[in-house]
């Protein structure tokens, strides 16, 4: 056996050692869901892992105050790996994405690999990345430089399928409001202007729109508001919209459609129209050469990875905004059969007996794939090198 399986089996047994540990705490995190940027105890558990395994903390990153960064140094300062935990939950279903695994995975994996070899040859951290859902925590700090100098950036994603490699959509919200003028809807209707029709126009312009967009194109919303009594002319509409497209400059483009299709129903009502635009999602350039490392690991552990469908069945992550900057891995572990993100069904999925083994496994393959680029001689090239190539792609 080389050096590099000894140490791999050498973290999976700490991964295991702790086991009561990391299902207790991911259990506690999904019995407590928190929203984006409101994920306090999350955070204040994880860190405090973190630091009682003798990890040095920062917290808040990037003007966040539930992102944090815990590290320990090794030899040298390179190679440096960064594993990524997301702990928000959604509105109304909880933990229904399954970030209470995905946060323990990472921060598993870096207690369990600081256990097994007190001193890496290079510096490991765990990066806490509030609101992948809402705001996208991980874009201000890929702009605040968190992610410079990392050379292997992984996370694992709780799914359906067993997908290392998967592509995601470049996305970004877009919130319109329409601003009109309120009156009596029956005794002077001629002296009010009515947002909501405007709203209603650009929600049907859109769907005109959809039939002339390429088939990676996503545009959803909903109305957030409409008015509020059917007798007042409404004054105020609102609706919020996410547009997705295989790329950022593709995405651009659809922006500007779609902010056109409410131009036009602000012109044909006389309401005015305002925008409010989210941070660019990326789109993801996964690293293959970290993706057959993470692969490999997890066929030592008995799982096969699946080939994914060539088109279609993708979401976005801000987890592309990494993979713009480091060589990124955002493998897909398989904690259902059929539950689709997102539901009830996934969210208990989440929290189950195999949602926990996924976890563990998961944390598994990140620390060893950890292992390899710490260890496998030539690897910290070798990865800069795909990531150079699948940029120019
Ligand atoms: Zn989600
Ligand atoms: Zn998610």
């Known amino acids: 056996m080389s050096d590099v399986d000894a140490l791999k089996d050498k973290v999976c047994a700490q991964v295991d050692a702790m086991r009561e540990t990391f299902v207790g705490l991911s259990a506690r995190i999904h019995e407590t869901p928190e929203v984006g940027l409101q994920e306090h105890q999350a955070a204040r558990w994880l860190t405090g892992l973190l630091r009682e395994h003798g990890f040095a903390v920062t917290q808040p990153v990037a003007g966040m105050a539930t992102a944090f960064r815990a590290e320990v140094q090794g030899e040298h300062a390179r190679p440096h790996v960064a594993l990524i935990a997301e702990y928000d939950a959604l509105a109304g279903v909880g933990h229904a994405c399954g970030h209470n695994l995905i946060c323990m995975a990472s921060v598993g994996a870096a207690v369990a690999l600081h256990r097994a070899i007190p001193t890496l040859p290079g510096t490991l951290t765990v990066l806490g990345t509030p609101a992948e859902e809402t705001v996208g925590g991980k874009i201000p700090m890929v702009e605040h430089g968190v992610f410079e100098g990392v050379d292997a950036a992984m996370m694992f994603h709780p799914s359906r399928n067993n997908w290392w490699v998967r592509g995601a959509l470049a996305a970004q919200g877009l919130t319109i409001t329409f601003h009109g003028k ?156 059929d539950a689709a993100g997102h539901t009830p069904e996934f969210r208990e999925a989440a929290r189950s007996e195999r949602g926990y083994a996924a976890m563990l496994n998961a944390a598994k393959g990140l620390a060893m794939t950890a292992v390899d680029v710490m260890y496998r001689p030539g690897a910290p090239d070798e990865l800069w090198a795909a990531f150079r190539t699948s940029l120019q792609r």
Request: proline residues 5%; neutral net charge.
């Open 182 to 337: 309120s009156s009596h809807a029956a005794a002077a209707p001629e002296k009010g202007v009515n947002a909501l029709n405007a709203l209603l126009l650009t929600y049907h312009a859109i769907d005109a729109l959809r039939q002339h967009v390429t088939s990676d194109v996503r545009i959803h919303g909903i109305i957030t508001k409409g008015g509020d009594a059917p007798n007042v002319v409404p004054a105020l509409a609102q609706g919020e919209f996410i547009v997705r497209a295989n790329t950022r400059a593709a995405l651009a483009g659809i922006m500007a459609s779609v902010k056109g299709c409410a131009e036009g129903a602000a012109a044909a009502t006389g309401a005015r129209v305002a925008f409010a635009q989210g941070l660019v999602y990326a789109e993801r350039n996964n690293n293959p050469v970290l993706a057959r490392y993470f692969g490999e690991n997890m066929a030592r552990l008995g799982i096969r990875g699946e080939e994914p469908p060539a088109h279609g069945g993708v979401g976005s992550s801000d987890i592309g905004n990494v993979s713009l900057v480091a060589p990124t891995i955002h493998p897909y572990v398989a904690i259902t059969d």
